[in-house]
């Protein structure tokens, strides 16, 4: 079974400071991992994705994620956040062959100026 | 960047009716999808939609549930009867065939509100 988990459905940073959303997987086969973003009153729009290339994956908007299988670990993070990354982040897990990505619960983000 | 389209983007009904959540997916793409997201949960996976049937669907979408895709454009949504619970935002999304293109892309979701 494949499931992924975020770690604070809230996370709040200084304007500037370091970004790090975590988020756990499991699947029984290596996965495809993604972190989406939802602005409000947006749809989900693809940050980055792991498809079992480079570990570390660099995305839009200055952000990047680390995949650790040691770990079962997909943390996102970006080393300085701005005010318009503040949005609804989401991880997603898909196990190679299947057709359909398993959502986490979320993490709002809030950057305080 | 080709975008997935839905309407409308909000819709409120009477518990009992019937609903149909419009999309109209990324041209030339061949995968289709619902989600849904109830309001402080996650984005759950309703249906997965391919060669004009139904290739994958959860435990959530029940007998209440259908897809259709009536024309090359659109892919709807139908509830039969809409309970309370279904009050979620539904998230439609595609995406193409080619190579190891895992990329799915979302439309901006229909908010659907049941009273």
């Known amino acids: 079974a494949q499931s992924v988990t975020q770690l604070g459905s809230h996370v709040s940073v200084s304007e500037g400071a370091l970004v790090l959303l975590r988020c756990n997987y499991s699947s029984s086969v290596p996965p495809y991992l993604f972190w989406y973003v939802q602005y409000p009153n947006q749809g989900l729009q693809l940050l980055l994705k792991y498809t079992s290339a480079a570990t570390l994956v660099k995305g839009i908007n200055g952000f990047e994620a680390e995949f650790k299988k040691s770990e079962t670990s997909f943390h996102l993070t970006k080393p300085s956040a701005h005010m318009s990354d503040a949005a609804e982040y989401f991880c997603?897990?898909?196990?190679?062959?299947?057709?359909?990505?398993?959502f986490g619960t979320g993490t709002r983000l809030t950057v305080i100026p | 960047e080709p975008e997935v389209t839905q309407t409308p983007s909000h819709q409120v009904t009477q518990m009992g009716q019937e609903v149909i959540l419009r999309c109209v997916p990324i041209?030339?793409?061949?995968?289709f999808y619902w989600y849904r997201q109830i309001l402080g949960q996650k984005v759950e996976f309703l249906v997965s939609?391919?060669?004009?049937?139904?290739?994958?669907k959860s435990e959530i979408f029940d007998d209440q549930f259908s897809v259709e895709r009536p024309d090359g454009s659109n892919f709807t949504l139908k509830i039969r009867s809409t309970k309370l619970e279904d009050s979620a935002m539904y998230f439609c999304?595609?995406?193409?065939?080619?190579?190891?293109?895992?990329?799915?892309?979302f439309g901006s979701g229909t908010q659907l509100s049941v009273l």
């Open positions: 939609f391919y060669n004009n049937e139904i290739s994958e």
């Open positions: 999304a595609s995406r193409d065939d080619r190579g190891r293109n895992e990329k799915l892309f």
């Open positions: 041209s030339n793409h061949l995968y």
């Open positions: 997603a897990v898909k196990e190679t062959g299947a057709n359909n990505l398993f």
